[in-house]
């Protein structure tokens, strides 16, 4: 039987927030809950899975550099432990941003290749919001990203990685090749369900029908990290070294071809606008703390204004550990806003009651409704809200902390609103410190 280790680290770091990652804020899986989420039969290909550990957190800001190093020192040390290998089976994102490192997921994946040799087949599925470098390319024999944003193919696209390496250790050797785009927009400009991108993604299954070529993906790249290796590519997993070149140039050029119609995937417009046009019922997302994208996730922005307006509302959530610390110890009254250090108002809600389920609690506040969490945390399922006791119906005006929705919130019958608002991944991207990134990159400058 062959042998094949799994792991990785998986995380979206906005350099624009002031809340550093540390290990407590990763979530591990090891043993068999790790080689489940590989999403692969191993077994029927005489495979036998060796699982180290794979760390993921909610995006957020900067891994320190002393958690960067303690996940890697030690993932490396049970790699050289797992030895012999035959191959490695990498679940990574892409999207790290370490203030001293240049390129985290290149150095992780430069220092796999070196304990395991040249000889081993390397695997890696990455997020389509992820970065691709030379380093990341060099040192990898297959490469398969997610094809939908939101994220609908997540297993999918482990199992694809995890097929590519199978098909590797049995047969001829693939390479990646890669193909940088100067366009760095949102995921929210670029959502897969609306065009252009719809049609891009839609095409890259017949791409890995052409010859010589086995995987093929268009990256979107990370654009709240002002880093230099922030950029889109196309990346290509391929037997034939030049089709593959050929092939992620295609849809490198593809993409750039319609940089001028990247757009928000639904209706979007900054705070006051919406609140002035406002029809019941709706589902407000405030984009610029969106936690699943890096933002802080305790803004009160949006509470503040709906607060000062007198409209009832559920707020799912705004996470302020001290508040919620103060609701168990019975407190009749709390102030949120900025309790990690997001910035924007304060605002102050009298408990009139108050419930508790994961860590949230739920806080009936005058025609209020708001979940004010332990813990950075996105409140995206249907689940997330049948778990705190919640009826949507009951609330004609639902905020969560979102940019483009979730699955589950688009399909609600209402009104729906992107908040075009401050925090650390806020969409005004021009605003933003721009002075590492590559030039020129559009939007940040022209490349007619």
């Not at 290909?45 to 060796?50: F, S, W």
């Not at 800001?61 to 490396?76: D, I, K, L």
């Not at 406002?278 to 405030?286: I, K, N, R, S």
């Not at 933003?432 to 990134?437: D, L, S, T």
């Amino acid at each position: 039987m062959k042998r094949v280790a799994i792991g990785g680290l998986h995380t979206e770091c906005s350099s624009y927030s002031p809340l550093e990652q540390v290990r407590e804020d990763f979530t591990r899986s090891e043993g068999d809950d790790l080689i489940s989420r590989a999403n692969f039969d191993f077994a029927a290909r005489g495979i036998t899975p060796v699982p180290l550990f794979h760390e993921r957190s909610v995006p957020g800001g900067p891994v320190s550099s002393a958690c960067f190093a303690a996940q890697r020192n030690e993932f490396m040390a049970m790699l050289r432990d797992a030895l012999p290998l035959d191959g490695v089976l990498l679940l990574m994102h892409g999207a790290m941003f370490v203030p001293d490192v240049s390129d985290p997921e290149g150095e992780f994946i430069a220092e796999v290749r070196r304990i395991v040799g040249p000889d081993c087949i390397i695997s890696a599925s990455f997020d389509l919001h992820g970065q691709i470098t030379d380093q990341i390319t060099m040192n990898l024999d297959g490469f398969a990203a997610y094809r939908t944003a939101p994220h609908i193919d997540v297993p999918e696209t482990y199992a694809r990685a995890a097929k590519i390496l199978a098909d590797a250790l049995d047969g001829p050797r693939p390479c990646v090749r890669w193909a940088a785009v100067p366009v760095l927009v949102s995921g929210e400009m670029s959502s897969t369900f609306v065009e252009p991108c719809q049609s891009l993604y839609a095409q890259l299954p017949s791409d890995d029908q052409d010859t010589g070529i086995i995987d093929s993906n268009l990256m979107i790249g990370y654009v709240w990290a002002d880093s230099p290796r922030a950029t889109a590519a196309a990346v290509v997993t391929a037997t034939n070294p030049e089709a593959g070149q050929a092939k992620a140039d295609e849809i490198a050029a593809r993409y750039r071809a319609v940089r001028h119609e990247l757009t928000y995937d639904m209706n979007s417009m900054p705070l006051d606008e919406a609140l002035a046009a406002l029809e019941l019922p709706t589902v407000l997302a405030d984009s610029g703390d969106n936690p699943t994208a890096g933002g802080v996730g305790d803004r009160a922005d949006v509470l503040a204004a709906i607060q000062a307006a007198g409209m009832p509302a559920l707020f799912a959530g705004i996470c302020s550990p001290s508040a919620h610390e103060a609701l168990l110890n019975g407190a009749a009254a709390v102030t949120v806003g900025g309790a990690l250090g997001g910035g924007g108002p304060e605002v102050t809600l009298i408990v009139d009651q108050v419930t508790f389920a994961m860590d949230c609690a739920v806080v009936a506040s005058g025609a209020l409704t708001v979940v004010i969490s332990k813990k950075r945390r996105p409140f995206h399922n249907f689940e997330d809200f049948e778990a705190l006791g919640l009826v949507l119906s009951a609330h004609p005006l639902l905020v969560v902390k979102s940019g483009y929705l979730s699955p589950d919130l688009r399909t609600l019958p209402r009104q729906q609103i992107m908040l075009l608002t401050d925090g650390a991944v806020c969409q005004d991207l021009l605003a933003q410190a721009n002075e590492h990134r590559p030039r020129p990159t559009f939007p940040f400058q022209s490349i007619d």
